[in-house]
T-cell receptor
Framework: DTAVSQTPKYLVTQMGNDKSIKCEQN?????MYWYKQDSKKFLKIMFS???????INETVPNRFSPKSPDKAHLNLHINSLELGDSAVYFC??????????????FGEGSRLTVL | DAKTTQPTSMDCAEGRAANLPCNHS???????VYWYRQIHSQGPQYIIH???NNETNEMASLIITEDRKSSTLILPHATLRDTAVYYC????????????FGKGTLLTVNP
């Protein structure tokens, strides 16, 4: 069973479109994340949710809107896609309640290409 | 979180130990050292972490100097599948949910 799964794995779309990437974890974790890895391979955190509450919101355009319907899911919706949004988006999860851990479990990534 | 410095790239022969260094001279007392790796086209994978004692698990060993200003990740018997970018990350403990990745070291294991 895949611990952190993202869909779709590949997404090719036109500028100006709206798209969503979904993430689910079956590890029983309470915290989920979205990271972006650009063409230069830098991994940058975008958002983090703990128990469905937004706790990290880095300097990300408000075209990006995360939604966490429950602890096991964190979706990323992107409005009005731009060329610069092309990247690989990684979802991750961790168990932080009552523990001090930086052990994140990452999904396999969703490669978004904006044409 | 403190900044880390790693070599851009390293080579290692298959079957030999790979020793990956990391400098974190501004580390503070409550900051942990974490190591992750990213194999090409895959998501990052947690390897190991430590505070001040040396740590070992099934994947690797982590050696932290006594002054905690540097550390070394050791893969005891590198295989071709260990070719990846290795990230050394310093992160404060407690309710700190942020893990900041740097550029990492590209380790190439050669046959």
């Amino acid at each position: 069973d895949t611990a952190v799964s993202q869909t779709p794995k590949y997404l090719v779309t036109q500028m100006g479109n709206d798209k969503s990437i979904k993430c689910e974890q079956n590890l029983g974790h309470d915290t989920m994340y979205w990271y972006k890895q650009d063409s230069k391979k830098f991994l940058k955190i975008m958002f983090s949710y703990n128990n469905k509450e937004l706790i990290i919101n880095e300097t990300v355009p408000n075209r990006f809107s995360p939604k966490s319907p429950d602890k096991a899911h964190l979706n990323l919706h992107i409005n009005s896609l731009e060329l610069g949004d092309s990247a690989v988006y990684f979802c991750a999860s961790s168990l932080t309640s009552g523990r001090n851990t930086g052990e994140l479990f990452f999904g396999e990534g969703s490669r978004l290409t904006v044409l | 979180d403190a900044k880390t410095t790693q070599p851009t790239s390293m080579d290692c022969a298959e079957g030999r130990a790979a020793n990956l260094p990391c400098n974190h001279s501004t580390i503070s007392g409550n900051e942990y050292v974490y190591w992750y790796r990213q194999i090409h086209s895959q998501g990052p994978q947690y390897i190991i972490h430590g505070l001040k004692n040396n740590e070992t698990n099934e994947m690797a060993s982590l050696i932290i100097t006594e002054d905690r200003k540097s550390s070394t990740l050791i893969l005891p018997h590198a295989t071709l599948r260990d070719t990846a970018v290795y990230y050394c990350i310093v992160r404060a403990g407690g309710s700190n949910y942020k893990l900041t990745f740097g550029k990492g070291t590209l380790l190439t294991v050669n046959p």
